[in-house]
């Protein structure tokens, strides 16, 4: 029997509330397509921030902080496809989602890229202000990640100040809607092209890491 396949979500708000409403309600989109949707809130995850080695650019080995970061990465890595969820705060990204990506990019994503070729999708939420700021970081992020981010209309980005707020979004709502469904669409269409052909290198990566070779970047490929 083929497995069941699935979006992991990454929710880097501190509380239980507009964020993960968000995200129960692309979690109800993504099951009436058949696809599994898991929801990993950072607020319960132990994560150390970067300390003071100060050696992640020259490390060819992944950090050696021993917190939660890597078991999230292992769920990323087994998914087919991601979606980053974040509030707005301070006009920027929640201090959580920032961690993460600081944690999980420098110390263990940029060695391989595991992530190339998983499709993400982007979503943020914000009273009114920054909204389209952090929704750009946040897909930079999987862009530099290698990651296939299908374009989906209006991006999903979803206005609320008190708690519930969120849930009465209903233009908010429907682009997170539809982007969850084209993220399953791309996500059944690279399945199909696996099972079909029984090749995973519709779009091959490359070089393995894009610092290796810099003349400013004193990182080396280990022999």
């Not at 989109?29 to 809130?41: C, K, N, P």
């Not at 921030?49 to 050696?64: F, K, L, Q």
């Amino acid at each position: 029997m083929t497995a069941r396949l699935k979006i992991l979500a990454i929710n880097g708000s501190e509380r239980d509330g507009n964020t993960a409403d968000v995200l129960r309600h692309a979690a109800e989109t993504a099951e009436q397509r058949g696809v599994d949707f898991e929801v990993v809130d950072l607020r319960n995850t132990w994560m150390e921030r970067c300390g003071p080695c100060g050696d992640c650019n020259d490390r060819t080995i992944s950090c050696e902080l021993r917190d939660g970061v890597p078991g999230v990465v292992q769920k990323m890595i087994e998914a087919d496809g991601i979606v980053f969820a974040a509030p707005v705060h301070g006009f920027g990204t929640a201090s959580l989602m920032q961690t993460f990506i600081e944690r999980a990019g420098v110390g263990y994503l940029r060695f391989d890229r595991p992530l190339s070729n998983k499709v993400a999708g982007i979503i943020s939420v914000a009273r009114r202000y920054s909204a389209g700021e952090v929704w750009a970081q946040l897909t930079v992020n999987a862009l530099l990640n290698r990651m296939i981010v299908v374009g989906s209309g209006f991006p999903a980005t979803v206005h609320a100040l008190h708690r519930g707020d969120a849930l009465k979004d209903d233009e908010g709502l429907k682009n997170v809607s539809r982007m969850v469904d084209r993220m399953v669409d791309m996500i059944q269409l690279l399945d199909e092209h696996r099972r079909l052909t029984g090749r995973d290198d519709l779009l091959p990566s490359g070089d393995v890491n894009e610092r290796v070779g810099l003349a400013l970047n004193e990182m080396t490929v280990p022999a």
